[in-house]
């Protein structure tokens, strides 16, 4: 089961672009960013498409922006995996700050998780559109009304004295503030994808390194160590030549000795 799932897993080495692929598809979304996903809201939607009825989608809110908010969709999450006995352990306070990586392997471990579920096959008859309406927004349309109205007020008093401070100072080159503004967003989404990249490369390496390293304590074993195919190994972990000459040995190797088993074969 995903639940206990190691890090070394492959798991935790499917991409970012598959992730928001995978949540945009499921659920009718337009995520470009995996910390758009750090509410909780998301999680939480998909564990109610996998286990029908288990998640009180009233309670979840998919506006939640403060960091108070999203810990609530947490808590909604948690109620839910000790439910189901699921023994993941949520990183709360690393995945509300919006840390790309955090919130990467925590979809990351999701999406294992819920492709174990059903084969991984999609409910057909769940309507995420619908099934966000239930979600803790809807519960106080007044609150909302006001809220927006009072974002409205807000953006009308900001408008209004960008306006009035741009009377009074000398005219720049025009869409150079939204220009920069673009170009600043870019930069940082190109941060935040070689930061994931590194870190996913040096997953990779550790997890191949680890491969390895158990491959050569297995060698190792007194009662192989001179088994042909054990010398052959060893031949290639051992050899400092970029070349293909160690292999070319290795290969050797094997090959005499399937000629001498077979030799004894005929004798």
Not at 99 to 120: A, H, M, T, V
Not at 133 to 157: D, I, V, Y
Not at 176 to 203: F, H, W, Y
């Amino acid at each position: 089961m995903a639940t206990s799932i190691g890090m070394m897993d492959g798991a935790y080495f499917v991409g970012r672009n598959e992730i928001l692929a995978w949540i945009n598809a499921r659920l009718h979304l337009s995520l470009s960013r995996v910390e758009e996903a750090a509410s909780g809201a998301v999680q939480c939607q998909m564990m109610d498409m996998a286990h029908s009825g288990v998640v009180p989608m009233h309670k979840v809110n998919f506006d939640a922006k403060t960091e108070y908010d999203m810990i609530q969709n947490y808590k909604v999450l948690q109620d839910v995996f000790n439910k189901l006995k699921i023994t993941k352990h949520i990183e709360v306070n690393k995945l509300v700050k919006g840390r790309p990586l955090d919130n990467l392997e925590f979809l990351q471990w999701l999406k294992r998780y819920c492709d174990s579920i059903n084969g991984g096959l999609m409910n057909e008859n769940y309507d995420p559109v619908e099934r966000r309406s239930k979600g803790g927004k809807e519960r106080n349309p007044k609150a909302s009304q006001k809220n927006s109205k009072s974002l409205q007020t807000n953006n009308s008093l900001s408008s209004s004295a960008s306006s009035n401070g741009m009377i009074g100072t000398k005219q720049g080159k025009p869409g150079g503030g939204a220009d920069a503004s673009l170009e600043l967003q870019r930069l940082k989404n190109e941060v935040t994808d070689l930061k994931l990249s590194v870190d996913s490369l040096e997953k990779e390496r550790d997890f191949y390194f680890a491969k390895l390293r158990d491959i050569e304590l297995l060698c190792q074993t007194p009662e192989l160590d001179n088994f042909p195919m054990v010398v052959a190994v060893k031949k290639i972990l051992y050899s400092a030549d970029e070349k293909d000459s160690a292999l070319a040995e290795a290969q050797q190797i094997v090959s005499q000795s399937i000629i001498n088993h077979q030799q004894i074969g005929f004798e």
